[in-house]
């Protein structure tokens, strides 16, 4: 008695293991809930739950309708996992696939048990099969290989998961398969399957789950440092990014402030409706001229900044900005006069602070603006000595 109650603890491992994790899902659902990958991942994890009790319990007590049932349980779970991966990344296999996918795998059952009763073509359908649908899932989520380190990691982890299916059945179950359902219990094929779903899956389950976690606190971070109106970095968010560019930039960087000129007029004349679509416009205009590794922000009612990480890049950014504000259309009456801004631009010295850097191209801003408006000042000396044009 003692023995079965050891031998049904270790079995109820793995499914409590599952279980954790989706409530890790479903808890990282809940915080953000824009994030529907989440609660497939979760799903995936009951399915797998559901699939193991089945055949811990011997739920219904048929052996052949035990056999389908829970298949249909773990290759959902599978086709599950699957789906929220890709979603995670904007793709999908597609709900014809995935429904093709699972009536394949239950009509092979069925019929590896009904028609031609082959426990070996069973064990080889679930494992290969799930193996490939996994490493079909690897090879549309390559990009992750290249991305942050949880993602990566999580990549790796992955695809060694889904290729482990194949060496494992071969070398742990062969050709031949233990006779008897005792047998097969004390089979080395089902050790290594236990051993495998307890390192490699939860190893999976973690990564998977720290990846969620993250994209969940990246999305907080982007909610607290993203200007909701124009869509650029606020002021928090800009000055963030600023020091981390610092830290690991080894080039000059350039400042460059620019603000909306006679905004006040436009939101005196027209109402501020009006002004906020022309600083959304705005904020559109300079994320489309920006390179991907500028970086744009507002910073105040009408005034923007953005850096650049090498100074040669300044001159032909603020010309080619200043043309697309010129061929851009504001949502303003025909009456209006045209949009126009002003630019500050200041490279950065060797050891100068954000202040003292953001303090020249300021006052780049306002010659520019003293200047006559439209047009660019460049700060070239620490004393803030400024030359327009």
């Known amino acids: 008695m003692e023995e079965r109650t050891t031998s049904l603890a270790l079995l109820l491992i793995g499914p409590g293991t599952l279980l954790v994790f989706g409530i890790g899902f479903l808890w990282a659902w809940s915080i953000e809930r824009r994030r529907h990958y989440l609660l497939v991942l979760t799903l995936a994890c009951m399915l797998f739950v559901f699939g193991a009790l089945t055949q811990i319990f011997y739920l219904p007590a048929d052996t ?42 239950s009509v092979l059952i069925w019929y590896f048990f009904y028609i031609d009763r082959n426990l070996l073509a069973r064990v080889y359908i679930q494992n290969f099969g799930f193996g490939l649908i996994l490493l079909a899932t690897s090879m549309r989520l390559t990009h992750l290989a290249q991305a942050r380190t949880v993602d990566r990691l999580l990549f790796w982890i992955l695809l060694a998961f889904a290729i482990h299916f194949f060496p494992r059945t071969l070398f742990t179950l062969g050709t031949a398969a233990p006779v008897g359902a005792k047998a097969f219990g004390q ?16 190893g999976l389950a973690l990564a998977i789950l720290a990846a969620a976690v993250t994209d969940v606190i990246d999305g907080l971070r982007l909610e607290r440092d993203v200007d909701p109106l124009t869509g650029v970095l606020n002021r928090r968010g800009f000055e963030d990014a600023y020091d981390r560019v610092i830290r690991r930039s080894d080039f000059p960087i350039v400042l460059i402030l620019c603000d909306i000129d006679h905004f006040k007029r436009v939101n ?32 105040g009612g009408e005034e923007f900044a953005i850096v650049i990480p090498e100074a040669d890049e ?76």
Not at 74 to 98: N, Q
Request: aromatic content about 8%; charged content about 20%; hydrophobic content about 45%.
């Open 314 to 389: 300044a001159p032909e950014f603020t010309s080619r900005l200043r043309r697309a504000i010129d061929a851009a259309s504001f949502p303003l009456p025909d009456i209006a006069p045209a949009v126009t801004a002003s630019f500050g631009v200041a490279v950065r010295e060797d050891g100068e602070g954000r202040e003292e850097l953001f303090k020249r191209a300021d006052a780049a801003l306002y010659a520019a603006k003293n200047a006559g408006r439209n047009r660019v000042a460049f700060s070239f000396d620490e004393s803030s000595g400024v030359d327009c044009c």
């Open 187 to 202: 089979s080395i094929f089902w050790h290594a399957l236990q051993l495998s779903l307890a390192v490699l899956g939860s």
């Open 64 to 105: 052949g309708l035990n056999a389908i049932i829970s298949n249909l349980f773990y290759t959902s779970a599978v086709i599950a996992a699957s789906e929220g991966l890709l979603m995670r990344s904007g793709k999908s296999m597609g709900v014809l696939a995935d429904l093709t996918a699972l009536a394949i795998f």
């Open 268 to 299: 005196d004349t027209f109402g501020h409706s009006a002004g906020d679509d022309v600083l959304r416009t705005f904020g559109a205009i300079l994320q489309r001229t920006a390179g991907k590794r500028d970086i744009v922000g507002r910073i």
